[in-house]
């Protein structure tokens, strides 16, 4: 009688896992199932989802009324293409409710699968405006350095992060990009770049910019004051359009429902995905300005993926968002990660190690580490949104993590983050020790775990080389999340 495979060996025969080295693949860490901001593996491992997933779930994991909403529309139907002129109620409905939260004039959605074919298609739509202008020479796609738009032949090719792109050329052509937007970098030079390059290239030959409102993949890095409102100054002086990624920030990350808002950006495409469904079912909408369906008017749009506006998906994301709604996550995300950011700014600059360390929403592990820079609005808002649905009791995601290589540093943020006392000791100890906080690390017996998922085999040029799935929860935790219960609480900072 043969021995029946495990569930881990057949996904080594079977699976190839996105990002892991084809023919060399790690022990699978196979999820059972998820409550709120906890996970269980198959033997019953109770992990904290530190990072969101892939910053898709919201409204945390497992939620019986997002359920019951997609048996019921399975029930009663389960899919009819949305191509020509066919429509489902559930897709109509949530158009009109995203157009109500959409920022001005962005009334209109494209539906999608996911990110990368919502950026393939603000690239069509783009180019195919400016054809139907008669100017189909106006067709560049200005992106920036590190910036992450996806893995299609187009969305790929904005990507700015050279080796997620080797091998597989030839990519669209027509993509230029430009400096960084760090948090340090200057923005008038920035702008001045932007500047020179529609010089060089000549602005009647540029289609669109396209920007995450805060980079995400490419190292969480909130842009510096004053770059958005510029930039978009400038494009609107030569005419080029504005395609904006949401597909992170979207539906409440950075304390608005879209980042948009929260820089206060009038975007010709807005691309969002991932927690419009909080990633139940995957589903992602494209909001075009008036602006441009003015532009196509009269066009036919010959593009579209099969499943556009499922009507599981459309009834989920309903749901969902009526959750966010609520549960006021998103303002809550707003308030909570003000109190954060205070707290956090009141251990900066004290000279100790957590001013190496950045605060962010990513599950990456940047090379080489950056310096101290915290999302205001990202970081600590997804952080708030946690701190909020774990005080409500329904669970939420924490997405904040420490970007750092050393797990004890990324629990002592966790620590951190509730301005914990022992956080004090802990520096205190460090000081004891000369200020050598490396070793103090090594010393100090806190009790949280992290679970790291080592990739091997990457390239070291990448942005990250593993991946922090979530934090065991040990006994320390969980009285960090108790004291998360009491709202009498106060997150003081101490040490
Ligand atoms: C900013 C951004 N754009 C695009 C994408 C691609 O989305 P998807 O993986 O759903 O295709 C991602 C995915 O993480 C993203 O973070």
Redesign the pocket.
């Known amino acids: 009688m043969s021995v029946p495979a495990t569930l881990a060996e057949l996904d080594a025969a079977h699976v190839i896992h996105p990002h892991a080295v084809v023919g060399a693949p790690a022990a699978p860490v196979i999820w059972a199932r998820g409550r709120g901001a906890t996970l269980w593996d198959i033997d019953g491992k109770e992990y904290i989802d530190g990072t969101c997933g ?2 898709q779930c919201a409204v945390g994991h497992g939620r019986p009324e997002l359920a019951r909403v997609a048996a019921e529309q399975i029930e009663r139907l389960e899919f009819y293409a949305s191509f020509w002129n066919f429509a489902n109620e559930p897709s109509i409905r949530l158009a009109a409710r995203l157009a109500e939260l959409s920022p001005a004039g962005l009334d209109r959605v494209f539906f999608t699968n ?6 393939e298609t603000a690239i069509k739509l783009v180019r195919l405006a400016w054809h139907v202008q008669g100017r189909p020479e106006r067709n560049v796609i200005l992106s920036r350095k590190s910036a ?4 299609g032949v187009a ?1 790929l090719a904005a990507t700015g992060i050279p080796p997620l792109k080797e091998g597989f050329g030839p990519l669209a052509p027509g993509f230029v990009h430009l400096s960084t937007p760090t948090r340090r970098a200057d923005a008038d030079a920035l702008v001045a770049e932007l500047r020179a390059t529609i010089d060089e290239l000549g602005a009647e030959t540029i289609a669109a910019f396209v920007g ?1 409102p805060v980079m ?2 490419g190292g969480m890095i909130p842009p510096p004051d004053g770059y958005w409102p510029q930039v978009q100054a400038v494009l609107r002086e030569h005419g080029i359009l504005l395609i904006l ?1 949401e ?2 920030t979207g539906y409440g990350r950075t304390g608005r429902w879209f980042g948009a808002q929260r820089y206060d950006l009038d975007a010709d495409v807005i ?1 969002t ?2 927690a419009l469904t909080s990633g139940y079912i995957p589903m ?1 909408a494209v909001f075009v300005h008036d602006r441009l369906v003015e532009l196509l008017a009269g066009t036919a749009f010959r593009h579209g993926f099969t499943y556009n506006g499922h009507p599981v998906g459309s009834a989920v994301a309903l749901a969902n968002l009526e959750i966010i709604e609520r549960e006021g996550l998103v303002e809550r995300a707003a308030s909570v990660g003000a109190r954060m950011l205070e707290r956090l700014r009141a251990v900066d600059g004290r000279g100790h190690p957590f001013g190496r360390l950045t605060l962010s929403i990513s599950s990456f592990v940047p090379k080489p580490w950056t310096p101290f820079q915290w999302a205001p609005f990202a970081g600590a808002g997804a952080l708030a949104a946690k701190l909020d649905t774990i005080k409500r009791g329904v669970g939420g995601m924490a997405t904040v993590r420490v970007l750092h290589e050393n797990p004890r540093e990324a629990a002592l943020q966790a620590l951190l983050a509730r301005g914990d006392r022992r956080v004090g000791d802990f520096l205190e100890g460090a000081a004891r020790l000369g200020g050598d906080w490396r070793r103090a690390l090594r010393e100090w017996d806190g009790d949280l775990e992290f679970h790291t998922t080592r990739v091997r085999g990457l390239d070291e040029r990448l942005p990250w080389d593993h991946f922090d799935v979530g934090v065991k929860k040990t006994g320390l935790l969980r009285e960090w999340e108790r004291a998360q219960l009491d709202e009498a609480t106060p997150l003081a900072v101490s040490g």
């Open positions: 892939l910053w996911g990110g990368s074919e919502g950026i992450y738009h996806g893995v969305s995450e995400g993949v990624d597909i992170v691309v995905a991932k992602g």
